[in-house]
């Protein structure tokens, strides 16, 4: 049986983590036996028997029926219970705001999405308030029965100025944005950049599933990134591993510029502002989705001009890090990524054979709630789901 490479440990002071893999291994590849569990995870048959039972009684897994067929007595088979936990994933980004309510199976139970630039904090909580009643009534739910709230914001929220960035948005910086969600919700805040949340939310909900290494690239009003490496997400020292989109541009005078970064040309921002120079004004993927569908030369300029300046970065990526797959996602409608990837691969010719390898590169499949479904996950990823392996410890941890 093919599966993720989760691997248990039959040491007797590893309880906790054992437990987190049967139930991610039940997670990611339910319905099974215990004996493909034990298959899996490399424990005995006698720890998965325990592992399973402690877990059916936390109402973590659910026995999902009886497999028939085979020789000896009929498998039961074990599946991950949906109501064995749930959370709430915040992505605030300045061009949008998702809500979304997260069961342990992975089902979305409710979205609340708003469409709007550049919103302020009184507004943005306002609406996460009664998004957040909203989901809670809707499904039943007592506050108390969330595992906890993951938030999804922009690296430097506030800092980043555009040409159609209002300088009344300077109020989010250093913003104490997770303390007023923990008040306003009442359950433990889980914080992540972006980019990091949807590279998380992709690696458990989205191609993660095929690729145990990849880089993804995250097209938003900025540009971010993610690594995964080993099915594990990569964070970085300070959590900030994969953004690309501080990448210096290269100047006249073939210098790297310290006022030109990769994300002025490569981002919503970027196009946006792309295309108001040249008279279009535009404000979300559905415009740039409809201007696509007209076959407007603007649109098609701006992929050609986005895959000339993410040539280098991305071969710089790719000869550091030698992923199995290059993904990309974000708030770029899917039809403008397709015709993105397409340009950087048709770049790609020139240079590929003295190369040591240029894996392929494919469209994210979680698309734009990646950040969102990202954050819902990080409270289940805390309680629930394996540790980093061999994690290191910072100076005080």
């Given at each position: ?7 248990g ?137 969330l ?23 300077a ?26 949340a ?47 989109g ?98 950087v691969?048709g ?25 969102a ?14 540790k ?10």
């Amino acid at each position: 049986m093919l599966h993720r490479g989760l691997a248990g440990t039959n040491l007797k002071l590893a309880r906790d983590h054992n437990m987190r893999v049967t139930l991610q291994s039940v997670r990611l590849h339910g319905p099974l036996s215990r004996p493909e569990l034990a298959q899996i995870t490399g424990l005995t048959p006698q720890a998965i028997a325990y592992m399973c039972k402690e877990l059916l009684a936390a109402g973590l897994i659910r026995e999902s029926g009886v497999r028939r067929g085979g020789r000896g007595q009929p498998a039961t088979e074990l599946a991950i219970n949906p109501e064995g936990g749930y959370s709430v994933g915040v992505n605030m980004d300045r061009d949008h705001l998702t809500v979304l309510l997260l069961d342990l199976g992975g089902n979305v139970r409710g979205r609340v999405h708003f469409e709007q630039s550049f919103m302020l904090p009184d507004d943005v909580f306002r609406r996460v308030e009664r998004a957040y009643t909203e989901l809670l009534e809707g499904t039943g739910l007592m506050p108390e029965e969330l595992t906890g709230v993951g938030l999804a914001i922009p690296y430097k929220n506030g800092y980043l100025r555009t040409s159609i960035t209002p300088r009344s948005y300077a109020v989010w910086r250093d913003y104490p944005v997770r303390e007023r969600l923990q008040a306003l919700t009442g359950r433990p805040v889980y914080l992540e950049n972006d980019a990091s949340a949807a590279a998380f939310g992709e690696l458990h909900y989205g191609l993660g599933f095929d690729f145990r290494n990849f880089f993804y690239v995250f097209v938003g009003v900025g540009l971010g990134g993610g690594l995964v490496v080993n099915g594990d997400y990569v964070r970085g020292v300070d959590g900030l591993a994969g953004e690309v989109g501080y990448v210096p541009m290269i100047n006249a005078q073939g210098k790297p510029d310290d006022a030109e970064f990769l994300q002025n040309r490569v981002s919503l921002g970027a196009l946006y502002a792309y295309l108001k120079e040249r008279g279009i004004e535009v404000s979300s993927p559905d415009d740039l989705i409809l201007l696509h569908a007209q076959g407007r030369k603007e649109i098609r300029d701006w992929i050609q001009d986005a895959a000339d300046n993410m040539l280098l970065p991305l071969i710089t990526i790719v000869c550091t890090l030698n992923p199995e797959a290059v993904l990309i996602g974000g708030r770029l409608p899917p039809p403008l990524v397709d015709d993105l990837i397409t340009a950087v691969e048709g770049r790609i010719v020139p240079y590929r054979a003295n190369l040591p390898s240029f894996p392929p590169i494919f469209r994210a499949a979680c698309a734009e709630d990646a950040a969102a479904l990202g954050a819902a996950i990080l409270p289940f990823s805390d309680i629930f789901l394996p540790k980093e392996r061999n994690p290191v410890k910072r100076n005080g941890g």
